[in-house]
């Protein structure tokens, strides 16, 4: 960069030597006495040279932005879509599955001697710890964007790691610890950067590239119960996590090689740490959506955690509420993919209200008379539809709010 504005220079003073040649012949012969300072001239070559410089940048900005992978499609769009998919199946879709391990400590020792409520805490523990973390791991990508790729891979061992630990609980305070706290930070570390990053990959299709990522939860929350309601069947519960810690160290190691940022990420430099933009927190529509986001986790998570329990509970066996909470958690990932592709079409708020008053009067409705399998099902597909892909509004409006503060 140096030696071509030093060679711009000169071309610039080469040019302008004839020129303040022949003003200066005219200088000495002008009849009318009106002469041109040769400092004037050598001045404006001067303000030419530094723009040499300045285009020279502007060009080299514009090769760096042609050489970006393209937003909206492309294979690596895609491939960080589809792992992303993978994630989010491990990360959320074992911590839907919990209500089996829930219905098998409730019922077998050395955790049946503790109340429910304690039993409980542990999946609402994980759950709870990310949903809320994520939001102050963003603002920490946000500020130093080159922390976020070792942070993933530290999280992915608090993740499997803690899964793994629990496995030699004695009591149920250390399955709250290890599965339920430990677990949910480890989680949502290693999530949030598919957050982060979605927005460089996708504008036009974001929510439909968000709903397909979020699906990864309901495909998740469709496999994870079948295959720990085996496993708890044929090994037992400590078995069962350590080969659900090893399975996810595996496919989520996997995964975080193909989940990057699409934009470079340099590392800041002491003093020119990049400031994040915090105004959107006093934004009257962040606080209208995370409230509404808040009440319909309140009505969405006893579903999605105590199905297999209220199935029990009606005296079905303990394979029909596995296979509940499984068509539960697919019926969810249909309603993700259509819902997203709606959210590209038409304003968000319409998703939000559809899905809200639909998944209401399921509830209202349906809920409370189905007292056989069969009602149950009908329940679960039209609420978990619904409800479930109330997330789907949450990358178009998430655009909308930092719109408003950019």
């Given at each position: 960069?140096?030696?071509?504005?030093?060679?711009?220079?000169?071309?610039?003073?080469?040019?302008?030597?004839?020129?303040?040649?022949?003003?200066?012949?005219?200088?000495?012969?002008?009849?009318?006495?009106?002469?041109?300072?040769?400092?004037?001239?050598?001045?404006?070559?001067?303000?030419?040279?530094?723009?040499?410089?300045?285009?020279?940048?502007?060009?080299?900005?514009?090769?760096?932005?042609?050489?970006?992978?393209?937003?909206?499609?492309?294979?690596?769009?895609?491939?960080?879509?589809a792992?992303?998919?993978?994630?989010e199946?491990?990360?959320?879709?074992?911590?839907?599955?919990y209500?089996?391990?829930?219905?098998?400590?409730?019922?077998?020792?050395?955790?049946?001697?503790?109340?429910?409520?304690a039993?409980?805490?542990?999946?609402?523990?994980?759950?709870?710890?990310?949903?809320?973390?994520?939001?102050?791991?963003?603002?920490?990508?946000?500020?130093?964007?080159?922390?976020?790729?070792?942070?993933?891979?530290?999280?992915?061992?608090?993740?499997?790691?803690?899964?793994?630990?629990?496995?030699?609980?004695?009591?149920?305070?250390?399955?709250?610890?290890?599965q339920?706290?430990?677990?949910?930070?480890?989680?949502?570390?290693?999530?949030?950067?598919?957050?982060?990053?979605?927005?460089?990959?996708?504008?036009?299709?974001?929510?439909?590239?968000?709903?397909?990522?979020?699906?990864?939860?309901?495909?998740?929350?469709?496999?994870?119960?079948?295959?720990?309601?085996?496993?708890?069947?044929?090994?037992?519960?400590?078995?069962?996590?350590?080969?659900?810690?090893?399975?996810?160290?595996?496919?989520?190691?996997?995964?975080?090689?193909?989940?990057?940022?699409?934009?470079?990420?340099?590392?800041?430099?002491?003093?020119?740490v990049?400031?994040?933009?915090?105004?959107?927190?006093k934004?009257?529509?962040?606080?209208?959506?995370?409230?509404?986001?808040?009440?319909?986790?309140?009505?969405?998570?006893?579903?999605a955690l105590?199905?297999?329990?209220?199935t029990?509970?009606?005296?079905?066996?303990?394979?029909?509420?596995?296979?509940?909470?499984?068509v539960?958690?697919?019926?969810?990932?249909?309603?993700?993919?259509?819902?997203?592709?709606l959210?590209?079409?038409?304003?968000?708020?319409?998703?939000?209200?559809?899905?809200?008053?639909?998944?209401?009067?399921?509830?209202?409705?349906?809920?409370?008379?189905?007292?056989?399998?069969?009602?149950?099902?009908?329940?679960?597909?039209?609420?978990?539809?619904?409800?479930?892909?109330?997330?789907?509004?949450?990358?178009?409006?998430?655009?909308?709010?930092?719109?408003?503060?950019?």
């Amino acid at each position: 960069m140096h030696q071509e504005a030093q060679l711009g220079s000169d071309i610039e003073l080469q040019r302008f030597e004839p020129t303040a040649t022949t003003l200066g012949s005219t200088r000495i012969g002008n009849l009318d006495g009106k002469t041109t300072p040769f400092s004037a001239e050598v001045s404006h070559a001067q303000e030419q040279v530094t723009e040499v410089p300045e285009s020279i940048a502007e060009s080299q900005n514009r090769q760096n932005a042609t050489a970006l992978p393209p937003v909206d499609g492309g294979i690596e769009a895609w491939t960080f879509v589809a792992a992303a998919f993978v994630l989010e199946a491990l990360v959320w879709g074992f911590g839907y599955s919990y209500g089996v391990f829930q219905d098998f400590y409730t019922h077998n020792p050395p955790f049946n001697t503790s109340s429910e409520t304690a039993i409980a805490a542990v999946g609402t523990a994980g759950l709870a710890i990310q949903y809320l973390e994520v939001i102050f791991l963003i603002i920490a990508h946000e500020r130093w964007p080159h922390i976020t790729r070792p942070m993933t891979w530290a999280a992915l061992a608090l993740f499997s790691g803690s899964l793994f630990l629990s496995s030699f609980a004695t009591k149920i305070s250390h399955l709250i610890i290890l599965q339920g706290i430990l677990f949910g930070i480890g989680g949502s570390a290693l999530y949030a950067p598919v957050i982060v990053w979605l927005s460089e990959w996708f504008v036009r299709r974001r929510s439909l590239a968000g709903s397909i990522i979020f699906g990864g939860s309901g495909v998740g929350g469709a496999l994870f119960p079948v295959l720990v309601n085996v496993l708890l069947t044929k090994v037992g519960w400590r078995w069962t996590l350590r080969t659900c810690a090893l399975i996810i160290a595996v496919c989520a190691g996997a995964a975080l090689w193909f989940i990057k940022a699409r934009i470079p990420v340099s590392r800041n430099q002491p003093g020119q740490v990049k400031p994040v933009n915090m105004k959107f927190l006093k934004t009257p529509l962040f606080l209208v959506v995370a409230t509404t986001i808040f009440i319909q986790a309140i009505a969405y998570f006893p579903v999605a955690l105590y199905m297999p329990t209220y199935t029990t509970a009606l005296g079905l066996p303990i394979i029909d509420g596995t296979l509940v909470l499984a068509v539960f958690n697919i019926a969810s990932v249909v309603g993700q993919i259509i819902f997203g592709y709606l959210c590209d079409r038409m304003p968000y708020a319409r998703v939000m209200i559809f899905s809200g008053v639909g998944s209401a009067l399921s509830a209202y409705l349906l809920w409370g008379f189905a007292h056989t399998l069969s009602l149950i099902f009908v329940f679960v597909v039209i609420f978990g539809g619904l409800s479930g892909g109330f997330s789907s509004i949450w990358p178009p409006a998430s655009a909308e709010i930092a719109g408003m503060t950019s």
